[in-house]
């Protein structure tokens, strides 16, 4: 939210020479964020100026410039800038007469930008300063041509300060607004913190205008709520302006403080709008009256209804759109964004206007289903208050009325079904209670009536109505909060707690810290992505097989094209991968430690937690509970690129299988403990370059190459290593029952193995069995060639094993260890077929 000062100025009483600092410490105070400060950037001397002459004088390159004679001050005064009443400057617009006032920028003045401004020769004379545009000035994005004050409603005498005149020594405070204090968003929201903050005096802007109801205008709610039982409009108030001058300027302090604001200026009727839903928060939608058939009815969307929209794009509609509608149809998305039919123009006299209050859970939904944020959802989906729907109306009659050359209409209507807020009971010294510092019961009372609430004393006591303005306010404990933010948080000492003995990090806590600190170590990078995926991603990598998979959809999901919470971390780490590529980073490994979800069945997210203060019943908790899918915490990496970059004397070594593979001996090791790998599938990796990771002969995970295709449709490269294991399963055996054995001292006996087998059998499996075989005496053993080709039976190939033998106790005899890799040689047979090579 952009405050303008001097907005806000006009509802509290900002204390003399007050900066933006200031105000930003003083709103710091009540527990709003300070984010940023924002002014015109613009220094004089920039002043009114009369043009008197020019000449037109066509250039060899087509355009044509005007050389003209401008007076910047009255006669017999040197001008602002120390000159000359009269300066020449030339010009290359040509939109203005003789006899314009216009806004000339004198030499030694600064533009936005930044844009100094000189004496400089050009197009053959010298040009004394630049008469300029909305758009140099900071005010629009008008620059086709030079700003005429005429058209903003502005006579001001030659050689006025422009800067003043304009609005544009004016500046804005930025603060972020959270979501439970939707009434911020208001210039009367902030002007209320300001003199919670500070002690000034506030004047509500919303007293500042008379409500006059209209009669005549039919509007129907034909709603019964499908959104939680609750009807999606409460107040709905219409008034008719007649006879407003199409033409008619908005002025130039309203045109600043909008884009102070951050509001663009785009006509009268539309920036009366904005700048009435800016001052007291209410969203204000105009149509034009001509353009409207019948009355206006609020109702949902009919399936595949479609509407346009003011952005030009027709939207097909969701039965659970709240819409407002007229004799021809649907001709706005209610509290989003209106309807071109109705649009208001350059030849609109007639409007009348809407100021309504909404469901902010329907207008949420709607807005993030048609992802169509807008100043007035971002509003109605934190809650407005429904009590300043008839002010706010009154406001906008009363601003056409003044700026516009309107006459208010008796034709309106007025629709208000919004209930009040429940009285709230907060007992004596709770606030202290909670809190943890005295507060006086005085300080309770003044300073929940200072928030606009209603009080009530009572035997237990206090009885507090919130205000209609603070739909936040729920219970005892909001009532505390407030007192706290008010009465100031300094109040509140900063204890450093002291740490129970016996507690801090759990076993699998630090153990997950130690796997992630183990693959970082290792040179991979952690991420962190989002869970939610499509279902396509899910089908792909939740699951080996082909088939439908299992998974969580979101009620509410915040993308419609990814509503599933994922059953695999692959899907994020491409994501994450495909946007470092895009953005230059070639080489990357990547890995991420995450829950994911899997249920044991479809779960659609029927179940809704009850909306109120109160615990849930048992029987409520113990259904939500019994949905929570199962949620195991997995680790995963992704390699691409290159492992080791080129460099003298040394080749560039590709990322692939091998570093999924040493990423995941790294995580066991760092756990310590031991898996092994075999040849396995999955659709989603390479047939041939697939491991199945394993621990204690179960499966936990796979580690290999995307298939190429994968790969391309994620816009990745050809190869690309991954791995997911579980996590949770490796670090539950995790250093369980692990012997460390003594160096030997006895020196070792190395002989080699190869046994020809069908070309089918895992070699994991043939070395497992060799390694049973061999007994004690083998030391390590590990694989060091697959052959496959000439002198060996078609369907075959060659394993080739290097083993090392060694005896605690003395040194092996060649035959000791002969036998024990025969031993070996001999279960493989068994077990597999394979014979002894030659």
Known sequence: ?????????????????????????ALVKVGLEEEAIHRF??????????????????????????????????????????????????????????????????????????????????????????????????LGDEHNGILRLKELGIDAPVGTDA?????????????NVTPDRGYALSIRGIAREYAHSTGAAFRDPAASVDPVDGEGFEVVIADEGPIRGRVGASVFVTRAVLGVDPAAPTPAWMIARLVLAGI?????????????????????????????????????AQQGEKLETLDGQVRTLDVE???????????????????????????????LIEAANFDPVSIARTARRHKLPSEASRRFERSVDPDVARAAAARVVQLLEQLGGGRADGLGSTLHTATGADPIQLPHGYVTKLVGVEFTDDEVRTTLAEIGGTIEQTDDGLLVTPPTWRPDLGDKADLAEEVARIVGYDRIPSVLPVAPPGRGLTRAQQLRRQAATALAASGLTEVLAYPFVSSTQNDLFGSPVDGEVPAVRLTNALDASVPFLRTSLLPGLIDTAKRNLSRGLTDLALFEIGLVFRPDGAVSGTSDLPVGAALPEPGVLAELEAGIPAQPQLAAALFTGDSTAKQPGQAAIASGIADALGAVRTLAAALGTEVTVRQGSHKALHPGRTAEVLLDGSPIGYAGELLPQVAEDADLP?????????????????????????????????????????????????????????????????????????????????????????????????????????????????????????
């Open 718 to 838: 050809r190869v690309v290593g991954v791995l997911e294991v579980d996590l949770d399963r490796l670090i539950g055996v995790a250093g369980a029952d692990k012997q460390i054995s003594p160096i030997s001292t006895f020196p070792a006996a190395t002989q080699d193995l190869s046994l020809v087998v069908d070309a089918a059998v895992p070699a994991a499996d043939v070395l497992a069995a060799v390694v049973e075989g061999a007994g004690d005496l083998l030391e390590a053993a590990h694989i060091v060639d697959d052959y496959r080709g000439r002198g060996l039976p078609v369907g075959s190939k060659s394993l080739t094993f290097a083993l090392r033998f060694r005896a605690d106790d003395r040194t092996l005899t060649a035959a000791e260890a002969s036998d024990a890799k025969l031993a070996g040689a001999a279960l493989a047979g068994s077990r597999f077929g394979a014979t002894v090579r030659e």
């Open 264 to 300: 663009r200026s785009i006509s009268l009727i539309v920036d009366v709008t904005n700048y009435v839903m800016v001052e007291l928060g209410q969203p204000i939608h105009a149509y034009d009256l001509d353009k409207l058939t019948g009355g206006i009815t609020v109702r949902r």
């Open 163 to 175: 800067i003043a005149l304009l609005g544009l020594d004016d500046a804005s405070v930025e603060v």
């Open 321 to 351: 759109d709240l819409l407002i509608t007229d004799g021809s149809g649907p001709i706005g998305l209610a509290g989003v964004m209106g309807g071109a039919t109705t649009e208001v123009g350059d030849t609109t006299t007639d409007v």
């Open 1 to 25: 939210m952009r405050i303008p000062l001097s907005w806000l100025a006009e509802y509290v009483d900002v204390a003399p020479g007050s900066t933006p600092e200031d105000v930003h410490a």
């Open 41 to 138: 950037e613009i220094s004089g001397p920039v002043v009114v100026g009369e043009v008197l002459d020019f000449v037109e004088e066509p250039q060899t390159n087509g355009k044509t410039i005007r050389w003209c004679q401008v007076r910047v001050a009255p006669d017999g005064e040197n001008a602002a800038d120390g000159g000359d009443a009269v300066h020449g400057i030339v010009c290359g617009a040509g939109n203005f007469f003789p006899g314009d006032k216009v806004v000339v920028t004198l030499p030694g003045s600064v533009l936005p930008g930044p844009f100094p401004i000189a004496a400089r020769k050009t197009y053959g004379h010298v040009s004394d300063g630049m008469i300029a545009s909305a758009r140099e000035l900071g």
